[in-house]
Nanobody, 112 residues
Framework: QVQLVESGGGLVQAGGSLRLSCAAS????????MGWYRQAPGKQREYVGA??????NYADSVKGRFTISRDNAKNTVYLQMNSLKPEDTGVYYC???????WGQGTQVTVSS
């Protein structure tokens, strides 16, 4: 069974940076690809970006500020978040493409 563990969240001031990690077991990030999502309080979960076959894709709201990378040897995907804004606040989740399991999420809070 696929298990995903996100980490790296925290509290940061606007303009700051954070790097999130998503470690996967029971599934291959190099085969499936990995997506990042986030959910702000009172809002639906939304797509942030994904890496599939080495190709990355981003939501317009984070394009140019966020970067997804991966380490196949560690079966881990990273989300580097720069120039953070208060509207980036939320719980960030990862999910293997084509698999139903979600990680527990990691909280990101950006203060103004």
């Amino acid at each position: 069974q696929v298990q995903l563990v996100e980490s790296g969240g925290g509290l940061v001031q606007a303009g700051g940076s954070l790097r999130l990690s998503c470690a996967a077991s029971g599934g291959s990030i190099s085969i499936n690809g990995m997506g990042w999502y986030r959910q702000a309080p009172g809002k639906q979960r939304e797509y942030v970006g994904a890496i599939t076959g080495g190709v990355t894709n981003y939501a317009d709201s984070v394009k140019g500020r966020f970067t997804i990378s991966r380490d196949n040897a560690k079966n881990t995907v990273y989300l580097q978040m720069n120039s953070l804004k208060p509207e980036d606040t939320g719980v960030y989740y990862c999910k293997l493409v084509g698999q139903p399991n979600w990680g527990q999420g990691t909280q990101v809070t950006v203060s103004s």
